[in-house]
């Protein structure tokens, strides 16, 4: 099951906490000496404002923190002797947020007004007495608050770190493998199947000029070797794609299909739509979908013309690649790696793929590619 699933959101915490502080400041505000009449009910009132403010602590902290602020010089005023819970809170957030200076400022504003508030609105000889306590426990508190902001923001920030340390050593561990891989595969396949390519073409190309048949499992050899060969050289040039390469994208596909016009298949790019960006990973696959598609084109269908659409729908895009080759087994992709590493591009991205022979002649192409929740 999925741990973030059970996780409670922060806001359903945010209130919770608020109002749990309002009905303490309330009851503790009511259960002591209080005034009455219209003062009981403006103390009341900013008790539970100062509590219920802290919903917002969050995403404001600097403005709950002073809302807090005026709430309890004003309950104080108004002589309900109740500590600042609300405010010690706000300024647990502000400082968690990193405004210690801030924090550090309004208090000592705060804790000379609660002061001289004491001061005026007590009565007898004892309110100095009174005053000083009262300052010493909100000081007190005060720092708790600071301390435990501080010490929070620390353990977020170390953890922070921690994080992008074990993803930076989880990338390079995985680009080390990769490098590792493309050079074993360079050393121990690509030698080999250099070999069997150079070879089968040199025995075809005797055969052909002495005039004899070329067997067709010869033919099969040679244009194995040239399929292995492309393959492992894309696959080669896959592992060893970094971020220091920017890999190709939709941007690339009116290079690439200027390109292949260089080789007499005349190819058109068609553009529906409103192009808007999408996804990395869309725009990966759509470029390795139409070098595929192409690439098979002008190697087995003997066609002369070709045609890519690129067509921006509302959260798809569309990818259409058609030809006026030959639709036969050897003019449509063969569901070896170059099909398969399309089906599975698409799939990988939730879309769909979809190859099949033109009734018109040729062949037919199409990937719908899903452009949200792809990264």
Same mark, same amino acid.
């Given at each position: 099951?999925?741990?973030?699933?059970?996780?409670?959101?922060?806001?359903?915490?945010?209130?919770a #906490?608020?109002v749990?502080?309002?009905?303490?400041?309330?009851?503790?505000?009511?259960?002591?000496?209080?005034?009455?009449?219209g003062?009981?009910?403006?103390?009341?009132?900013?008790?539970?404002?100062?509590g219920?403010?802290?919903?917002?602590?969050?995403?404001?902290?600097l403005?709950?923190?002073a809302?807090?602020?005026l709430?309890?010089?004003?309950?104080?005023?108004?002589?309900?002797d109740?500590?600042?819970?609300?405010?010690?809170?706000?300024?647990?957030?502000?400082?968690?947020?990193?405004?210690?200076?801030?924090?550090?400022?309004?208090?000592?504003?705060?804790?000379?007004v609660?002061?001289?508030? $004491?001061?005026?609105?007590?009565d007898?000889?004892?309110?100095?007495?009174?005053?000083?306590?009262?300052?010493t426990?909100?000081l007190?508190?005060?720092i708790?608050a600071?301390?435990?902001?501080?010490?929070?923001?620390?353990?977020e920030?170390?953890?922070?770190? $921690?994080?992008?340390?074990r993803?930076?050593?989880?990338?390079?561990?995985?680009d080390e493998?990769?490098?590792? #891989?493309a050079?074993?595969?360079h050393?121990s396949?690509t030698?080999?199947?250099?070999?069997?390519?150079?070879q089968?073409?040199?025995a075809?190309?005797?055969?052909?000029?002495?005039?004899?048949?070329?067997?067709e499992?010869?033919?099969?050899?040679?244009?194995?070797?040239?399929e $292995?060969?492309?393959?492992?050289?894309?696959?080669?040039?896959?592992?060893r794609?970094?971020?220091?390469?920017?890999?190709?994208?939709?941007?690339? #596909?009116?290079?690439l299909?200027?390109?292949?016009?260089?080789?007499?298949?005349?190819t058109?790019?068609? #553009?529906?739509g409103?192009?808007?960006?999408?996804?990395?990973?869309?725009?990966?696959?759509?470029?390795?979908?139409?070098?595929?598609s192409?690439?098979?084109v @002008?190697?087995? $269908?003997?066609?002369?013309?070709?045609?890519v659409?690129?067509?921006?729908?509302?959260?798809?895009?569309?990818?259409?690649?058609?030809?006026n080759?030959?639709?036969?087994?050897?003019?449509?992709?063969?569901?070896?790696?170059?099909?398969?590493?399309?089906?599975?591009?698409?799939?990988?991205?939730?879309?769909r793929?979809? @190859?099949?022979?033109?009734?018109?002649?040729?062949?037919?192409?199409?990937?719908?590619?899903p452009?949200?929740?792809?990264?």
């Amino acid at each position: 099951m999925d741990k973030r699933r059970l996780a409670v959101p922060a806001r359903v915490t945010d209130g919770a #906490i608020a109002v749990g502080v309002a009905a303490l400041m309330l009851g503790t505000g009511l259960a002591g000496p209080h005034p009455a009449g219209g003062r009981e009910l403006l103390g009341s009132a900013l008790l539970a404002a100062g509590g219920l403010a802290l919903a917002a602590r969050r995403r404001t902290p600097l403005m709950v923190m002073a809302v807090t602020g005026l709430c309890a010089a004003g309950y104080q005023e108004v002589g309900f002797d109740v500590l600042a819970v609300s405010y010690l809170v706000a300024v647990y957030g502000a400082v968690r947020a990193g405004h210690r200076a801030v924090a550090l400022a309004a208090s000592v504003g705060l804790l000379a007004v609660l002061h001289l508030t $004491a001061l005026v609105f007590q009565d007898g000889t004892a309110r100095e007495v009174v005053a000083q306590a009262r300052s010493t426990l909100e000081l007190a508190w005060l720092i708790a608050a600071f301390a435990a902001g501080e010490a929070v923001r620390q353990a977020e920030r170390r953890a922070d770190e $921690a994080e992008r340390t074990r993803e930076e050593t989880a990338r390079r561990r995985a680009d080390e493998e990769r490098l590792r #891989i493309a050079r074993e595969l360079h050393d121990s396949l690509t030698h080999q199947i250099s070999v069997i390519k150079v070879q089968s073409e040199v025995a075809v190309h005797v055969a052909r000029r002495r005039g004899e048949q070329v067997p067709e499992a010869l033919l099969a050899i040679q244009e194995a070797g040239r399929e $292995a060969s492309r393959e492992l050289r894309a696959t080669l040039e896959a592992l060893r794609d970094d971020d220091t390469t920017p890999p190709h994208g939709l941007d690339h #596909i009116p290079h690439l299909v200027r390109r292949l016009q260089t080789t007499g298949l005349e190819t058109t790019l068609t #553009i529906e739509g409103n192009p808007h960006p999408v996804p990395a990973a869309v725009g990966r696959t759509a470029y390795r979908i139409v070098q595929e598609s192409l690439t098979n084109v @002008t190697r087995h $269908a003997a066609a002369t013309t070709a045609s890519v659409l690129v067509d921006y729908r509302p959260g798809t895009l569309t990818i259409r690649v058609d030809d006026n080759g030959k639709a036969t087994s050897h003019s449509a992709p063969t569901p070896g790696l170059g099909l398969l590493g399309m089906r599975e591009r698409v799939t990988a991205l939730g879309g769909r793929l979809h @190859t099949e022979p033109r009734s018109a002649g040729g062949f037919t192409v199409q990937a719908e590619l899903p452009t949200n929740g792809a990264s």
